[in-house]
């Protein structure tokens, strides 16, 4: 490698699309390669997690869920990273990132279950290779690499991904993590989705970085940047990321430029920091409707496929928030009985507060 | 049977369970080549390779951090944090993500993890070396708190701990490493988390200690004896969480009188959770009230005053009179 006098410099990147707003293929060369079928798939996907995501909002404020973090506008982040990856590897969410870990094979009404404060909302099913939503932010960055030292060491081809936003990349544990995963060239992929906000504080408050990805450099670990819009470009770079982690060379830090449509929260007011001119023009890059031009181009969708979707996603929905309403409530013992393989003497005495 | 002293039964209880079980991974700062800063690990590396064995770039919170993730892929991760004062900066893994995971996951997970960390005063060490943070942990539900006091114990609750399905936080004491030599089996034994030990008999008043502070007490009863003829019963907890408060209760109601001794602050620890259980265990069977001899609410002292600072067996014998003339 060439070397350039004493000062360390960097340029910015341009963000990676496959897509254009206009729903063109832009740059053929990083087109996923994808059937007919791949691509309605992720666009039902996209749909579909935009209409639970309307019902969710919903359900909160009926009250019937709990904490919940709107992924409205981060579809193409969300379902096209999932979808990038195989069954085996691994997904380590924050907390928004809800339709990673739904479309990864946790059941729906789990995921309700866990906005609902319920325990068995994060009993993951066997076979199903996710944790649950993270709420320290960062923390994830760590179980993510190592648990992609796990694969390492047992031999195995696997990645694991984990995703965490803006506000998460000035996190200690994000350095710490990018580090490890350098110093042991470990099969993991850091997604961030950069939303612009980090609850309320604008990214141009969170660092001096020229973006994100470059965090990847200090790290010695490959950093990407991408057009967090296009779903295409997320599938095309997580592809490329896992690939390259499967061969034995290590992890990438992909920067998804994206924005979230609503709120931080079902109690947080984005008016108070947003403006409506902003949201106008990221509405405008709706990641559903660009990737809807593109195949209603090729003939692969209609707007009658939207509404059926829709209809589909509402029907799932009701039933499978039922399913988590009528599931039996949790109960002081049980959750004793959950502290520890055998539930010491001192905790077993404990319960009697509560028969 | 062999002689060993605490660092090499606890290097030893590695040594057989890396042996045994091909899952058992043990890594931290400086904890493979040289085998850590105090030789804890030496020679593992060796014998084990550097895929079982390794050192970690400098971050505790990492350390913390890749237990959990190798503990979810079936590994049974032993990490060192090099001081105790450091694990300040893998709390939320440790205590947090490690010690909850099992209750987050109801059960689909678990983190069958030690952290392993020197502790403990009276060596002129430098800051944040040596303070006593087992109040934290007890304090942390979900997570187990061992400390021993002898190559024998180290050895038998170490191999426990690794092969333990929860996190336990296992505390060494520094001062205990090269202190004295015991008979320590040669082949692998446990000896049970959650179970204290009579390490002294007696009959007229319980003194209650771990680490460090069972030698201490020791003298200290040594010398009521002979001096007063006062037969002090010393128990080891060897276990902080969960405490077995049943051998204590059994102590309490033979002697009628008990102390509480540790290195750590005085207020809400280990000995004032003690004192809380046998109170409500053990009332009607006490003649005195129970009394605290502990580091005063400080934070630990540099070390031109820590012997002073800690508990001596002149203090131990004052809070035993106290209790004796009560």
């Known amino acids: 490698m060439s070397k350039v006098p004493y000062e360390v410099y960097t340029e910015e990147v ?54 919940y973090a709107p992924v409205s506008g981060q579809e193409a982040t969300m379902v096209g990273s ?37 325990q068995h909302g994060g009993q993951i099913p066997e076979g199903v ?34 995703y965490t936003g803006d506000g998460g990349s000035s996190e200690g544990d994000f350095y710490e993590g990018l580090n490890y995963a350098g110093r042991f060239k470990l099969p993991v992929i850091f997604f961030v989705q950069n939303n612009g906000y980090a609850i309320t504080t604008p990214f141009a408050k969170q660092t001096a970085a020229l973006s994100i990805a470059h965090k990847a450099v200090a790290a010695g670990i490959r950093g990407v940047k991408i057009d967090g819009m296009d779903v295409l470009a997320v599938i095309s770079a997580v592809q490329e990321a896992a690939e390259l982690a499967r061969k034995g060379e290590g992890a990438t830090l992909i920067e998804a430029v994206t924005y979230r449509f609503r709120p931080h929260s079902l109690s947080d007011d984005a008016t108070k920091y947003r403006t409506k001119d902003e949201e106008g023009e ?7 409707s660009r990737m809807a031009k593109y195949l209603e181009k090729k003939g692969l969708w209609t707007e009658e496929d939207t509404a059926r979707v829709k209809e589909e996603a509402k029907a799932k929905v009701n039933e499978q928030i039922k399913k988590a309403e009528q599931t039996e409530k949790m109960t002081v013992p049980g959750l004793i009985d959950s502290m520890f393989e055998t539930t010491p003497k001192h905790l077993e005495e404990q319960k009697a507060d509560f028969q | 049977m062999a002689q060993m002293n605490m660092k090499e039964a606890i290097r030893d209880a590695m040594r057989v369970e890396m042996k045994r079980d091909p899952n058992v991974v043990v890594f931290g700062e400086d904890v493979g080549n040289v085998g850590g800063v105090f030789r804890a690990t030496e020679g593992l590396q060796k014998e084990f390779g550097e895929e079982r064995i390794f050192d970690t770039p400098l971050a505790e919170s990492a350390i913390g951090g890749l237990a959990v993730g190798l503990g979810i892929q079936g590994f049974r991760p032993v990490a060192e944090i090099q001081f105790v004062g450091f694990i300040y900066e893998a709390l939320d893994q440790m205590f947090v993500q490690a010690a909850r995971m099992r209750y987050r996951s109801g059960g689909r997970y678990n983190a069958p993890i030690v952290f392993r960390t020197p502790f403990g005063g009276g060596v002129k060490a430098a800051e944040l070396h040596t303070d006593s943070l087992e109040g934290l942990a007890v304090q942390t ?49 446990t000896v049970e988390i959650g179970k204290a030990n009579v390490v002294r008999e007696g009959s007229d008043v319980t003194i209650i200690a771990y680490g460090m502070m069972v030698h201490t007490a020791t003298k200290a009863a040594d010398e009521l004896e002979k001096t007063k003829g006062i037969k002090a019963e010393v128990i080891d907890l060897r276990t902080l969480n969960p ?58 002292p540099f070390a031109q005053i820590e012997d002073t600072w800690l508990p001596t067996p002149a203090r131990i014998i004052a809070a035993v009179n106290k209790v004796m003339e009560f």
């Open chain 1, 14 to 67: 341009e963000a990676l699309s496959v897509l254009s707003p206009e729903g063109e293929i832009i740059n053929k060369d990083k087109m996923p390669n994808l059937s007919d079928d791949q691509l309605k798939e992720i666009m039902y996907r996209m749909v579909f997690t935009r209409t639970w995501d309307d019902r969710a909002v919903n359900l909160g404020r009926q009250g019937r869920l709990g904490f």
């Open chain 1, 82 to 118: 999932e979808f990038a990856l195989e069954k085996e590897d691994f997904v380590c969410p924050g907390y928004r990132d809800m339709p990673q870990i739904v479309w990864h094979g946790l059941p729906l009404y789990q995921a309700f279950l866990y906005s609902r404060g319920h």
């Open chain 1, 129 to 162: 290779n996710v944790l649950m939503p993270q709420i320290i932010i960062g923390a994830q960055i760590l179980h993510a690499m190592g648990i992609a030292m796990g694969f390492k060491l047992k031999k195995q081809k696997q990645v694991a991904i984990t």
């Open chain 1, 282 to 288: 990221w509405n405008e890059k709706d990641p559903i």
């Open chain 2, 141 to 189: 539900p979900g997570i187990k708190v061992v400390v021993p006091s002898n190559p024998y114990d180290a050895k038998g609750l170490l191999i426990a701990a690794i092969r333990d399905n929860d996190p336990v936080f296992f505390m060494e004491h520094l001062n205990l490493y090269h202190a004295f030599r015991a008979e320590v089996p040669e082949e692998d034994y």
């Open chain 2, 243 to 300: 405490l077995d408060i049943d051998t204590l209760v059994a102590s309490v109601k033979k002697t009628n009188r008990a102390i509480v001794v540790q290195e750590a602050q005085k207020t809400s620890g280990v000995a004032a959770e003690v004192i809380a259980q046998i109170n409500e265990k053990a009332i009607l069977h006490l003649e005195a009230p129970v009394l605290r001899v502990a580091g005063p609410d400080t934070v630990y």
